[in-house]
DNA sequence: TCTAACATGTTAGTGGCTAACTCGAAGGGA
DNA sequence: TCCCTTCGAGTTAGCCACTAACATGTTAGA
């Protein structure tokens, strides 16, 4: 019936797991077929006038399904795998350096590596978000679980001397510069390269906080 | 039927508004009924388990009354009026102060004025948001329209030398320091003083970014 | 071949939220 | 006083995201 869910009976071609994963091989397809046909419709039609019956029935599957592979509608626009890539990035930074430091560095070195290969769908995606209410408002949670994940990886060396709330205030700080780059990036279409937007929103920060204030800024 | 539907017989009573707009008077009454019902619920039951409907029952009206009211069940719990003074305290900050201290001292400044009256409403508020998903999702759009505002009510005096980016960035990066100290506020239940928390929050940011070591900064 | 594990489907809900329509009361002018 | 507009509120019906309970077929391993 479905041509994809014979067992492995030639075994040898693409598949890189031997034996008892191709389930998960499977699995996979099936969640990257979704998250495909999810997206397609979502910029077809628009994230609120696509149903998830309709997601489902482009993929072949029935909308129990789908929740079984994304717990709401709006996973399904806003999943992604970055996550694991910048824990990595932010333990090979140099000890010493502070935490705002190896967040800007780890983040514009992961984006350097993905930026030609996923620039134009990283920049759709995103436009789809900051024009759909219901996506930005699950951009909330997605922002807390990366500020979960950077806090645990800078804990190891920044962890001690500072606070909790240090900690945690740089970390709501640097990622909030960066999505503020991003969603600039994405307001003014992808006009200027992403890569630059950060490091502008990293300066801008850091310029705003080491002013040393009396002076007067003359106006324009 | 409804001891609260009389036109002003009398009058002279407690209505503050004269003739055409008891009927504002009523509307604030039906709102403030709504959300007190609402937030008593929630309290006592959690967020999830509390119904519209009940809300709605409880307040003597029908589920619909409640969305004319709220566009969400979330708004129920979220909303506050705080908006208008924010703006009023950063236009009296002088002009040359810079952004995020214009910032930071308005919210010191507004929240003196509240803490002794409004302290306990507002760590009930934020340790039901903190432990309720849903809300958690729903204080990010309240947090853009916090943004917009703060834009708003910088930019006359901030907005022409440096970039609109600048000014997004310095903003989400207050506000950031502000939502990190309320959490952790709402996560120690109040232990410590909220301003004092705000205090450190912004020092900490300081701290890190004025923290100079050139260094190198690797590249390749 | 028997069985446990597992992916998927079916069905029947709950509840947030909207739309179309109606009702009734307030208010203003004739 | 009567009419007529306005507006808050109710009723009803429905859409859709999401869940729970149960059934079914298929693979994996003994």
Do not use: C
Not at 88 to 96: G, K
Not at 130 to 148: E, K
Not at 177 to 204: C, K, M, P, Q
């Amino acid at each position: 019936m479905n041509p994809q869910n014979e067992p492995p009976v030639s075994g040898t071609d693409t598949s890189r797991a031997a034996g008892t994963d191709w389930r998960r091989a499977k699995r996979e397809r099936t969640r990257r077929l979704l998250q495909q046909n999810a997206m397609r419709l979502f910029l077809e039609k628009g994230f609120d006038a696509t149903t998830v019956e309709e997601i489902a029935a482009a993929s072949g599957v029935s909308h129990m399904t789908f929740f079984r592979y994304f717990p709401t509608k709006e996973d399904a626009a806003l999943e992604d795998d970055y996550d694991p890539m910048i824990a990595d990035l932010i333990a090979e930074r140099p000890a010493e350096e502070p935490a705002i430091d190896k967040i800007r560095h780890a983040l514009t070195h992961g984006l350097n590596q993905l930026y030609d290969s996923e620039r134009d769908v990283l920049l759709a995606r995103m436009r789809l978000v900051y024009r759909t209410p219901a996506l930005r408002a699950g951009t909330g949670q997605r922002r807390d679980a990366d500020q979960r994940l950077l806090i645990a990886a800078l804990a190891p060396t920044a962890g001690g001397s500072r606070g909790e709330l240090h900690l945690r205030v740089v970390v709501a700080a640097a990622l909030a510069a960066v999505t503020e780059a991003i969603r600039y990036w994405a307001e003014s279409n992808g006009a200027d390269d992403l890569r630059h937007l950060i490091d502008e929103a990293f300066d801008a920060l850091r310029a705003e906080l080491t002013y040393d204030e009396p002076a007067d800024r003359p106006s324009d």
